[in-house]
């Protein structure tokens, strides 16, 4: 059982994209979230699971500062403010297959600046605020 389990895909989405993009343009959380959705249909995996896969988006690591403001924004939707809705709104938009990918097929990310070992291997597609947007 995950804590998780009665959090729908597109609000779960909206909430990384929160931990993860808060503070980005609109275009950088679209994105965040087309990376999500591009693993979705590359790993014929749920989104559900691709995005709780371990390791995966650093604002669902336990030592991340973002997670505890994650779940206390799950669990209280008094708490939502106009960034949590431009998220909701982005998440809403690609899984219901209004917002285009802007990102060229990424399915990976990280912030400007950062070298992760991962990257090493792949297609840098945009950058996008204070994100850059790699495919596999």
């Known amino acids: 059982m995950s804590e998780w389990d009665g959090v729908d895909d597109t609000t779960l989405m909206a909430l990384v994209l929160w931990g993860e993009a808060r503070g980005e343009p609109v275009e950088g959380k679209v994105g965040c979230g087309w990376v999500m ?6 790993r014929k ?12 988006f650093s604002c669902l690591k336990e030592n991340d500062p973002n997670l505890a403001k994650i779940r206390n924004l799950r669990d209280n939707s008094d708490l939502y403010d106009a960034e949590y809705w431009e998220c909701y709104w982005v998440a809403w938009g690609i899984v219901n297959e209004y917002l285009r990918d802007n990102t060229k097929g990424a399915d990976h ?19 996008i605020g204070h994100h850059e947007f790699f495919r596999s």
Request: charged residues 20%; aromatic residues 8%.
């Open 37 to 42: 959705w591009n693993r979705h249909i590359k």
């Open 45 to 56: 995996q749920t989104i559900k699971k691709v995005i709780l896969q371990p390791l995966q």
């Open 109 to 127: 990310y990280n912030t400007v600046g950062c070298d992760p070992a991962w990257d090493d291997n792949m297609t840098l597609t945009r950058t």
